[in-house]
């Protein structure tokens, strides 16, 4: 097999590589250090611009006529939030404060919103843009409600503002998802030759999540490394997320199957915002608590990378 051949089978994992062995290059080989502190934090500024450009090229291909809510939608936000509620319960009735710690990291994953570009590798997969479009932003908006809600009874001293911190969830949804639906809908309408053209390319958006991919590792990586706890609470936290992500890709997809949209529903629910799941954890949780969401980046791109191999090798989906 040509290194080719190899990087394209297997492009997740290679990007969580390539993050990694470049964060751990540049921040550790002192004639490179200049460059990974100039350079790293001019690639996380680019992050939104990025998963920006990935979904306009995605939605350019999305009939309107598809996005529609359907009953899986509701479905899943009932799960979502039963589960959320579940692992609070647990969080307030424990008092070892390393299993809290590992169990706030399993809840901030949990109620975290569905990750934007779930839609691009949901097109790999041969699932519904259009359905997980909807679901997504549905998602968000429920978020935006449960989390001022459920996180004081998380972390007693977290004062969270209503209102605000729902503003700055739907902040969050306007510019990097309704904004580049708007202006895909206004390119098919009154640029249709721009629009097909932008449908023929192949794959652009999977390869430019891919370079996101590789950034959010090297963050990653950055958590894991300067956390301070201790090692079984830190093997807790990566762990964990494991099973969380098996258990909602699982869920998903079997409340999604009935209705002929398990792809869309396993990604709708296991493929996870984690960047805004780090954010709302240092700004109102305990900030090592932000060790969980990092290694669910991981773990999640690790099961679709996994699909994506089955339905090349196979050309299905099985799971």
Known sequence: MSIVSFVKKWTLPVSICVGTVFYLLFSNVELLEPVGYTVGPVLVDTLPYGMFLILYVTFCKIQLRDMKPRPWHLWLQIARVAISVALVWLITSVDDEGLKLVLEGAFVCVVCPTAAAAAVVTEKLGGSIASLTIFTIIDN????????????????????PFVATSLLVLRNVASVLVAPLVLAVLTRKFLPRLNERIC???????????????????????????????????????????????????????????????????????????????????TFLNPLAAVAPG?????????NAWQLWYKEKYGRVKW
């Open 141 to 160: 908006l429920v978020t935006s409600l449960i989390i001022p809600v459920l996180f004081p009874f998380v972390e007693k001293e977290a004062h969270i």
């Open 295 to 303: 290694a669910y980046v991981i773990w999640q791109n690790m099961v």
């Open 200 to 282: 023929r390319t192949r794959n652009f958006g999977f390869y430019m999540w891919c370079f996101n991919l590789a950034v959010v590792t090297g963050l990653t990586v950055h958590n894991i490394l300067y956390s301070s706890v201790t090692g079984v609470v830190l093997v807790g936290l990566l762990a964990l997320p494991l099973v969380v992500a098996l258990v909602l890709f699982s869920l998903g997809k079997g409340v999604g199957r009935p209705y002929g949209d398990n792809i869309s529903a396993g990604q709708a629910l296991g493929q996870k915002n984690t960047v805004v799941a780090i954010w709302l954890t240092v």
